[in-house]
């Protein structure tokens, strides 16, 4: 044997000679100063008086090991003998079974489920390895002999889980990468400053955001940070008009004044998009209280901590006054508040709407699903009137073409129909608000989607819809459709705004890629659920949910990126319902890891441009699909212009589709009547049709209505056609004859319906059941 080998085999057996000072005694104590000695910083955790948070362990993902001990060779077969695997594995599980061992790695970050799956792994390193490190297979061969005791395989134990989860080995390190506890410390530049912060605080339609505007206006430089792309390209419109440079700055669009490029000193941006870096003389930033939003608050934590300004002028509820104070006391600056009150008051009516027989000019219907949507447009189409329609996943371009309608004195369209995307961003002329529905999906913390009742702020939002300062109805009002919503509605309207008291945080790229230095194995999504795991906020704050970001995370893992590129792409604003707009996320992230830049004729190979206007609600929802994937490559080419340059000739297709999608938009009950009569909720539509033709918007038409929501009013629907019924209600007075001829003639233009009428009244029968047995638990 040669000398450099021996003594390679020395410095082996070293540490076979220290294991052994780590042995427990029959009463359980254990001499473990050797080992201790190697690792101190497992004794100071161990021995903290205020442990830091347990991290979910669950979290840990083991690592596949490639070890190669051909250097070692037979060396420790030929020092001692070769190894039973019989034996081994008797020794193995008596190990395992050790109480004292299963503490000490406790004490050293193995808790019970990783001491678990770090045993099968080195039960079978042990077992079916080729060949055993030279120390190792001495140690087993000792403790097989009964020259050795079983305690003192816990070094290799240890080696061999640190290797399988080397989180392990660096978890101070990773503790104080995922410390958020003061996050006014990230941003030196802001801190170098004394910001004054004005807080105009008032409802909607106060004049609150105007007064901010204001000084924005007066100021040399500044910036403008909203919530909404619409409520962006309103500031810098109304500021460029008043003869101010200012530039537009969203995910999506960059739109400098200046010919050359030159940036302005005024800019309005989506919140998500303001610098950090950048001076100005004065930032406002508006409805602040989204910093309690789950999954965007962070954008308004680090807009109000982080942007250099020498006046922050915060726009929002007067329930978020204390909090920003608060928030303000960790940064040593004051907080100014100015208060404001509605300019135009708005009333809650005494009495539900219950017909769309009932509408008038400038009433607005807020629904919280499309299918609602589309139902009652059809609805309101039936009866000769015009509506415009208004929900979140249309272009902002038709969102402002249906406004415009609506507002229009001059166009006959007087109703609109929405969801509660009208609660920013638009100026619309509503007399009355009508709640179609107090409920809606919501996300709670855990990312889990359940039906929830709207909060007082959210009713508040909407509800101040009606009524605008500048529109032509000086006093707004606010009711229901339905005659058992109207309580409920006051309830709501009469609490307070919960006071908001948590601001959003989320892990940003550059934590994140020291998280991934110190674990080179794991993925993007299991970085991040291990960063949340492990990070420490105070009281103030709370990490924002990360559930679409592990999504997109998840989606691409396959495909070889590197982290940085990985992280933006899992940031894209995407909305991950729509199929095709994720298989084009996935698609664009393969061309992109190919190094082969997405033109614009590939891209239009794979929208399948030019398009067709839409022949019914499919097409139409496939048309803004397409959208949202053209959104995609404009969001992606601000981040990565080599790889996507084709920008203006996306954004000229862009708006030829925008065009499509209006045109779809003003047709739309032409395109629900196209459709699958399931998606109109026709149950409703001829109901809707029977207190139209009754001619009675009183006490009968209420209770057609009333009856037509639950079993008893589905089956005398599902009768309607039966002479019989139609012969009672002639002889009740409740239908007359021409009436039910006209009524026939309707029911005759849709000849499908008939045929798949029972199905769906089935279907909606079942529905109705079910939204009856939630009403009865509240």
């Known amino acids: 044997m040669s000398v450099n080998r021996c003594v390679w085999l020395f410095s082996r057996l070293q540490l076979h000679a220290n294991s052994r000072a780590a042995r427990f005694t029959a009463g359980g104590s254990c001499h473990v100063s050797g080992w201790l000695h190697k690792h101190p910083r497992a004794r100071n955790v161990s021995s903290s008086s205020s442990p830091p948070k347990a991290p979910d362990t669950s979290l840990f993902v083991p690592v596949s090991l490639k070890t190669d001990f051909s250097m070692d060779g037979s060396v420790g077969a030929e020092l001692t003998q070769p190894l039973s695997k019989e034996e081994l594995l008797k020794v193995l599980n008596r190990f395992y079974k050790r109480k004292e061992m299963q503490k000490l790695a406790a004490d050293h970050g193995l808790d019970a489920r990783l001491f678990h799956q770090a045993f099968i792994s080195f039960r079978k390193h042990v077992l079916e390895g080729s060949a055993l490190p030279a120390d190792l297979h001495i140690i087993l061969s000792d403790i097989c002999c009964g020259a050795g005791h079983i305690d003192d395989i816990y070094p ?5 889980s640190k290797q399988i989860f080397p989180m392990l080995d660096c978890m101070e390190d990773l503790r104080k990468i995922s410390d958020l506890r003061v996050p006014a410390n990230w941003y030196p530049e802001a801190r170098a400053i004394q910001r004054k912060v004005i807080f105009h605080a008032g409802p909607t339609n106060s004049g609150k955001t105007y007064h901010a505007i204001q000084r924005l206006l007066a100021a040399k430089s500044g910036v403008y940070c909203g919530p909404l792309k619409l409520l962006a390209h309103e500031i810098f419109e109304k ?3 008043a003869g101010v440079p200012c530039d537009l700055v969203t995910g999506e669009e960059r739109t400098f004044m200046d010919l050359e490029g030159r940036a302005s000193g005024h800019v309005a941006c989506t919140i998500e998009m303001c610098s950090v870096n950048t001076p100005y003389e004065v930032a406002v930033i508006d409805e602040i209280q989204m910093i309690r939003d789950l999954s965007r608050g962070w954008a308004w934590t680090r807009a109000l901590m982080g942007l250099c300004a020498e006046e922050i002028h915060v726009c929002g509820e007067a329930a978020a006054i204390d909090f920003i104070r608060e928030l303000m006391y960790t940064t040593g600056e004051e907080v100014e508040v100015h208060t404001y009150k509605r300019l135009t008051p708005f009333s809650i009516l005494d009495q539900a709407v219950e017909s769309l027989d009932n509408l008038r000019e400038g009433d607005c219907i807020v629904c919280f699903s499309k ?9 309101i189409e039936i009866r000769g009137l015009e509506c415009a329609v208004i929900y979140g996943s249309l272009p902002p371009t038709t969102k402002l073409s249906q406004a415009k309608k609506f507002n229009d004195p001059d166009d006959p369209c007087k109703i609109m129909v929405a969801t509660d995307a009208i609660g920013m961003g638009l100026n619309l002329s509503i007399k009355r608000i009508i709640f179609n529905s107090l409920v809606k999906p919501n996300v709670n913390e855990k990312g889990e989607k359940h039906m929830e009742t709207i909060s007082t702020s959210q009713a508040l939002q ?33 609490q307070a705004v919960e006071p908001i008291e948590t601001a959003g945080l989320h892990p940003t790229a550059e934590q994140i890629e020291m998280f991934a230095y110190h674990l080179p194995d794991a993925t993007l999504s299991n970085l991040v659920d291990i960063f949340v795991s492990l990070s420490q906020v105070d009281g103030l704050y709370f990490v924002c949910n990360i559930d679409d970001f592990k ?3 998840d989606m691409i893992q396959h495909i070889p990126l590197n982290l940085r590129s990985r992280y933006v792409f899992c940031t894209a604003p995407i909305n991950k319902k729509q199929t095709f707009v994720c298989t084009s996320f996935l698609k664009f992230a393969r061309q992109f890891s190919r190094d082969e830049p997405l033109t614009f004729d590939w891209v239009c190979r794979h929208v399948s441009w030019p398009l ?28 990565f212009m080599d790889m996507f340059p084709d920008t203006a000739l996306i954004r000229e297709i862009q708006r030829e589709l925008d065009d499509i999608i209006q045109q779809g938009v003003q047709n739309i009950t ?15 539509t001829q109901s809707s049709r029977s207190g139209q033709l009754s001619g009675n918007s009183g006490a009968a038409d209420g209770r057609y209505l009333t009856n037509s929501r ?3 009013g589905q089956r005398d629907l599902g009768e309607m056609t039966d002479s019989s019924l139609a012969n009672r209600l002639v002889r009740d007075g409740l239908l007359t004859p021409d009436l039910l001829r006209q009524l026939q003639r309707e029911f005759s233009k849709d000849p499908k319906e008939d045929s798949t009428n029972q199905q769906v009244l089935d279907t909606e029968h079942h529905n109705n059941n079910n939204k009856g047995k939630k009403r009865r638990k509240k």
């Open 156 to 160: 290799y134990f240890m080696r061999h």
């Open 239 to 241: 500021t460029n008009n």
């Open 371 to 379: 299918n609602d949507i589309y139902s009652i447009s059809r609805q």
């Open 462 to 494: 909407i509800a101040g819809r009606a009524g605008r300062f500048s529109s032509k109805f000086k006093e707004g009002e606010v009711t229901t459709m339905h005659r058992d919503d109207l309580p409920v509605l006051k309830e709501i309207l009469s």
């Open 551 to 553: 999504f997109l995370a």
């Open 612 to 639: 067709a206007h839409p022949k019914n609600i499919k097409d139409l929802v496939h048309l803004e699909a397409v959208h949202d994937v053209l959104d995609l490559y404009l969001w992606l080419s601000y981040r």
């Open 670 to 684: 032409r395109l629900i009547r196209a459709t699958d009569t399931s998606l109109t909720s026709p149950v409703r």
């Open 710 to 712: 639950g079993p008893r």
